[in-house]
C-alpha cells in the first residue's frame, strides 16, 4: 500500500515557523478572496488539515483581537474552512469605495425560506412549503443561486424529494462560524406553550417524508 507523508510527518521538523505559517495563510486568503480549505492550505504548508486548523485558530486569537490594532478585515473560521473578510461595520464605507450599489438585502419570504432550512436542515421543499403555509418553489430557487443553500442529497421517501442545507457563505453573510451558533428561538403555540427550536444539523433525521 502506498503511503503519502507530508514534509512535517517525515522529517518530524515543520517546513515553517509559526511566524511563517500565519504569513502563508494571510497571504493565501488574501489573494482567494473565498473560503480555503484547512486541507488545502496543510497541503501549501506541509502539515496536516488538523494542525492547519490549529495554527488558523490560534492565528484568529491574535488577529481579531479588538485590543490590538484595528484591523478592518477579520479571519472567520468554518468547520472545515476559513477566510478572511471584511468588518460588518464598514461595509458602506467599502460598498462606496469599490462603487458598489446598495441593496442586496433579502426579502422576507427568502428569510422565511432560509430560517425553515437553517433549523431544520437537511430538509426538503414540501417541508418548507408546509411550515409556510404557500408554494416556496421561487424562494428555494433564489437562495441556492445566490449559494445560500444547496442540495445535499435525497430523502429516503416516494419521489426522492431533493434536501437542502445551508451553505459555508450563509455562515459567512451571518457572521457564524458554526450552526450551533444560530440562536435558539422560542415561539408560543396556539395553547400558550413555549416551545424552543434549535437548530439541527445533518446528524438529525430529516423531520418530513413528503416529497417535493
Known amino acids: 500500500m502506498n503511503m503519502t507523508h ?8 515543520p517546513a515553517y515557523t509559526p511566524e511563517e505559517q ?3 495563510i494571510e497571504a493565501c486568503l488574501f ?4 473560503p480555503l480549505t ?40 468554518f468547520p472545515e474552512s476559513c477566510q ?15 462603487g458598489v450599489r446598495r441593496g442586496g438585502k433579502l426579502s422576507a419570504s427568502l428569510l422565511e425560506v432560509l430560517a425553515v432550512v437553517a433549523y431544520h436542515q437537511p430538509t426538503t421543499r414540501a417541508f418548507i412549503d408546509t411550515v409556510r403555509g404557500v408554494d416556496s418553489s421561487y424562494a428555494v430557487g433564489a437562495l441556492t443561486e445566490k449559494n445560500l443553500i444547496e ?6 421517501a416516494p419521489g426522492r424529494p431533493t434536501l437542502y442545507r445551508t451553505t459555508t457563505d450563509f455562515l459567512r453573510v451571518f457572521g457564524l462560524s458554526r450552526l450551533d ?3 435558539t428561538v422560542k415561539l408560543k ?24
Open 31 to 34: 489573494a482567494a478572496g473565498h
Open 84 to 98: 478572511l473578510v471584511t468588518r460588518e461595520e464598514w461595509g458602506d464605507e467599502v460598498k462606496e469605495a469599490l
Open 181 to 183: 451558533e444560530l440562536p
Open 22 to 24: 500565519f504569513s502563508i
Open 151 to 156: 442540495p445535499c442529497g435525497k430523502l429516503d
Open 189 to 212: 403555540t396556539d395553547s400558550g406553550e413555549t416551545v424552543e427550536i434549535v437548530p439541527e444539523t445533518e446528524d438529525t433525521p430529516p423531520e418530513d417524508a413528503e416529497s417535493e
Open 38 to 77: 484547512y486541507a488545502r492550505l496543510a497541503e501549501v504548508l506541509g502539515i496536516t488539515p488538523a494542525a492547519c486548523a490549529d495554527v488558523v485558530e490560534k492565528m484568529a486569537v491574535i488577529y481579531n483581537n479588538p485590543d490590538a490594532f484595528p484591523r478592518g478585515i477579520l479571519l472567520v473560521r
Open 6 to 13: 507530508t514534509p512535517e510527518e517525515e522529517s518530524g521538523i
